[in-house]
């Protein structure tokens, strides 16, 4: 005998029902309107990350929690680069309470999520995982395939992350690997041309009964952790006959 939960409902869903006028339409011009801008925050983020850390250790030594470490320190330096004027926060590990299994069940959650202010249950995920080569990219790719596209993640917007935390290899080779696995194809974003950045669109399947987004962008976010370019390189200075006079 199976035993069937009615589903309850959290305080976000009263807050902010599906049913209010506007609510279908916030959902649609988040992605198009403010994807950009956060995602570019993402980047700084993690230009700030390579400053402070991973400049100054060989990631390649660690061997626990890679992933949830990493997710950790990118969003405490995505939410120092943020004005505070953004019409979104930030944070980690959310949960997606709309396509919990039962309320009994542990709901799905992001690494890493933008939340829009005006209605909080609308959201843009970033999913995360590390590829230890740029080869490793199996559970990347399962993220797409059995969260993304099929609603489970990301059900209010038509648009979402995956980044892929490089241990070694070639980022380009990455995207071919990514590219050919999904399968995709792997677009250039012309906001982020000089990043390790690329998109795929696609038909989601939408479940019976909801009017979540069909189509969808998946942005792919390379940040190699261990790139040669992460040392900051230091010119050397020139010696100065000059005596600096005493004080």
């Known amino acids: 005998m199976v035993t069937r939960f009615k589903r309850g409902i ?18 649609e011009e988040w992605p198009s309107d403010l994807v950009v801008q956060a995602l570019e925050l993402v980047w700084r983020g993690y230009d700030l990350l ?23 320190l990118l969003q405490l330096r995505i939410s120092r680069v943020m004005t ?3 019409p979104f926060d930030v944070q980690h590990e959310v949960s997606e309470f709309e396509t919990s299994y039962s309320d009994q069940a542990q709901p799905p959650s992001y690494d890493i999520a933008f939340i829009l202010r005006a209605n909080e249950r609308i959201i843009l995920p970033l999913e995360a995982k590390v590829l230890r080569t740029e080869k490793a990219v199996s559970k990347y790719i399962k993220e797409i395939q059995s969260n993304f596209l099929t609603c489970r993640y990301a059900p209010f917007s038509s648009e979402a992350g995956m980044l892929g935390y ?8 990455a995207f071919k690997n990514i590219a050919v696995a999904v399968p995709c194809v792997l677009s250039a974003h012309p906001d982020f041309s000089g990043r390790d950045h690329k998109v795929s669109d696609h038909d989601r399947s939408v479940p019976e009964g909801k009017t979540y987004p069909a ?4 942005h792919h976010l ?7 370019s992460n040392v900051p390189k230091t010119k050397a200075k020139r010696k100065s006959s000059r005596k600096v006079p005493e004080s």
């Open 10 to 27: 959290t305080i976000s869903e009263l807050q902010w029902p599906k049913e209010k006028p506007g609510f279908s339409k916030i959902s």
């Open 50 to 72: 390579t400053i402070d850390i991973l400049s100054r250790i060989d990631a390649t030594k660690a061997n626990k929690q890679i992933e949830k470490n990493i997710n950790s």
């Open 84 to 86: 505070k004027d953004e």
């Open 166 to 173: 490089l241990l070694k290899g070639i980022p380009e080779t």
């Open 215 to 218: 189509k969808f962008r998946c």
């Open 222 to 228: 390379l940040l190699q952790l261990t790139k040669q």
